[in-house]
């Protein structure tokens, strides 16, 4: 069947680092553009970064010179590295595919930034 199921999301320090796992199952992976979108409680998902199947990534301002995305299409898994963390990028993060048409979701990983 279809998955994604992210991981590596966990509590850590303002300045920190983490890096979050993505695999992907019931697709063929390396068609797929992917992304990491975060939600805080009380707010709506955001892009956080994107990479397309040529490897082009995309990321926004706030999170540019911090977050790392990139691919193993042999592992069908995507990665987000997080280096210098703030406490507003405390959020649940979720990976998403892409096809044309189609969207899949994972279920989300919580990342807390505090001291």
């Known amino acids: 069947q279809v998955q994604l199921v992210e991981s590596g999301g966990g509590l850590v320090q303002p300045g920190g680092s983490l890096r979050l796992s993505c695999a992907a199952s019931?697709?063929?992976?390396?068609?797929?553009?992917m992304g990491w979108y975060r939600q805080a409680p009380g707010k709506q998902r955001d892009l956080v970064a994107h990479i397309t199947t040529g490897d082009i990534t995309h990321y926004v301002d706030s999170v540019k010179g911090r977050f790392t995305i990139s691919r193993d299409n042999a592992k069908n898994t995507v990665y987000l590295s997080m280096d210098s963390l703030k406490p507003e990028d405390s959020a649940v993060y979720y990976c998403?595919?892409?096809?044309?048409?189609?969207?899949?979701w994972g279920q989300g990983t919580q990342v807390t930034v505090s001291s």
């Open positions: 019931g697709i063929r992976f390396s068609v797929y553009d």
């Open positions: 998403k595919g892409n096809r044309g048409f189609d969207d899949i």
